[in-house]
């Protein structure tokens, strides 16, 4: 197969006019098929705003073809396949998978597709349930500290932008098989090759239910509101999961994706001596602008034609007392929501559908933390640091979401009133100083951040720029620490995911959960000769 690189095309085109591109880069050469493997689109030339493809294209003769043309745009590829591994025959113990975000969720299906019938233990609701709790929250405020955007089936991510980029390095294929496998479980083909791929909330929800149903179907096996509340060891050895306080689930091998927010989870670990250590994060606040205004900040007067994807940013800026001000998990045409978990504390979170087409776009705008800000050096003390603020936010806006106008956050004072921008949430508002929620050398790094902005997007730092508080769950605030065979410093227990402080988004995570599924299956295997 060969790869050609850097097609370029008006971004308003037709599958034709990129048929007859393909052709031309080829020289009319006979081809079989193509398929697209990245597109993205180029806006730093308003006037000119373009997608760019990278196409893999079969067709006879490959190596004549390219010793005949030395195009530094055309390359012959192979393409990354990823292996499930084989087991020659059943073991006699299930292993357990703790939690049903991206990594547990990845996790499980790759011990069922290797004939491992995985338990999957939820603490939270299964998706169609879990959504009716989290829109009854948003609608009264009351919260069910088991089921909401944090916990249930399909984790976090699942009340989010849905977006699924990632850093991590895919020379095994794993990220390929986690857009393949979204897509098979119905997400939109488009991810498989979308710059900035993304699922959407709406469409989210219905792709974790399937992916319930084919772990199910392969053998795996689900238990909703079931907490881990206690671990059980033999030898120093894990032997089972206490769950809801009463249930003894006896198992040798567990995999622990319980998310950022496990607070209770992490507590009764530490007591049971897991070894893990505070880790850097960081805080901030939600800021929304028009949808309409940031499409027009980056693509100019081709906005107009509504042709093109709602506009995303990313910005970046370094205080002068040294902190990174960042935005973070931008939500184009999204909602600012509700995201709390514990009765007493708040925080927010962003979210789209698969349309992006709300009202406004939103992002945190977050300032770094490390352990030296939390106080103490204890392994939990970031969630303390967490704690405290949340509190703080949840009493500034008396249990509804705070908001506020830059310009008054600027004056440091409570907002009376909204301006031009009006707030697009999930869940009641109301007006607060969100200074009061934030340490001082939060806010000064992310109103400088806010100015920096201005100068990459005009408008950014408007006085009627809408704020909210506080964005306080950016990852997990702690590691579990694992060895080279991914178990924890109790064996048997398989630290996986954001909560475990390892990934970072639904990508990431999801490789995660996979790369940790493999090497219980290696050592399991080494134990019970199944490979």
């Known amino acids: 197969m060969i790869r050609i ?36 689109l180029d806006a730093r030339k308003k006037d000119q705003i373009s997608y760019v493809y990278t196409v893999d294209v079969e067709m006879e003769r490959e ?13 012959k590829v192979e393409k990354k396949q990823y292996h499930i591994p084989v087991c ?37 609701k299964p998706v169609e349930e879990r959504m009716k709790d989290v829109d009854a929250f948003w609608e009264t405020g009351v919260l069910n500290p088991e089921s909401n955007v944090q916990f249930g089936e399909g984790g976090a991510g699942t009340f989010s932008d849905g977006k699924l980029n990632t850093a991590v390095k895919d020379k095994f294929g794993r990220n390929r098989f986690v857009l393949e496998t979204f897509v098979k479980y119905g997400a939109p083909e488009e991810i498989l090759y979308d710059g900035k791929p993304h699922i959407g909330t709406d469409l989210l929800c219905k792709v974790v239910a399937n992916m319930r149903a084919a ?60 070894f893990m250590t505070p880790k850097s994060f960081a805080i901030g606040v939600r800021v929304e602008h028009p949808r309409q205004r940031i499409d027009e900040s980056q693509y100019g007067k081709a906005a107009e034609s509504g042709k093109l994807p709602t506009a995303s940013y990313k ?20 909602f600012v929501v509700n995201a709390s ?42 969630v303390s640091f967490q704690r405290k603020w949340e509190e703080k936010a949840y009493q500034a806006g008396r249990g509804r979401i705070p ?64 704020l909210s508080g506080i964005e306080a769950r950016t990852s997990s605030p702690l590691r579990m620490e694992r060895d080279e065979t991914f178990q924890g410093s109790i064996p048997g227990i398989y630290p996986c995911g954001e909560g475990a402080g390892y990934a970072g988004g639904i990508t990431s995570a999801a490789i995660d959960g996979i790369k940790t599924a493999e090497q219980l299956i290696e050592n399991m295997g080494k134990k019970y000769n199944i490979l």
């Open 5 to 40: 690189s850097q097609i370029k095309l008006p971004a308003v085109h037709t599958k034709k006019q990129l048929e007859q591109k393909i052709k031309k880069e080829v020289h009319y050469a006979q081809f079989q098929t193509y398929e697209i493997f990245k597109r993205s």
């Open 315 to 334: 910005l970046t800026y370094r205080a002068s007392n040294g902190r990174s001000v960042y935005s973070f998990c931008m939500c184009p045409g999204g």
């Open 341 to 382: 978990s514990e009765n007493g504390r708040l925080t927010v979170n962003g979210m789209s559908n698969h349309d992006r087409m709300a009202e406004n776009s939103n992002s945190a705008i977050i300032a770094s933390v490390t352990p030296e800000d939390f106080g103490d050096d204890h392994p939990l003390a970031g």
């Open 215 to 274: 772990i199910c179907h392969a053998g795996g096996e689900v238990l909703f509101e079931s907490k881990v509340t206690d671990i059980r060891t033999e030898d120093h050895r894990l032997s089972g999961l206490v769950i809801n306080g009463a249930e003894l689930l006896e198992c040798e091998a567990a995999v622990l994706a319980v998310g950022h927010s496990a607070r209770d989870t992490f507590e009764m670990l530490y007591d049971r001596k897991l």
């Open 403 to 466: 908001v506020q106008k830059l310009s008054d956050f600027r004056e440091n004072r409570a907002s009376e009133c909204f301006g031009a921008i009006l707030p697009n949430t999930k869940g009641k508002t109301a007006f607060a100083n969100i200074r009061e929620c934030l340490p001082d050398e939060i806010s000064e790094a992310i109103l400088e951040g806010m100015d920096a902005f201005e100068k990459k997007i005009r408008g950014f730092s408007d006085g009627d720029t809408v």
């Open 88 to 124: 020659k025959k059943e073991i006699p113990a299930r292993p357990v998978v703790i939690g049903m975000g991206p990594a547990g969720l990845f996790a499980a299906l790759v011990l069922a597709e290797v004939g491992l019938k995985p338990v999957l233990v939820e603490r939270g």
């Open 63 to 75: 190596q004549e073809f390219l010793k005949r043309n030395k195009n530094s745009k055309i390359t």
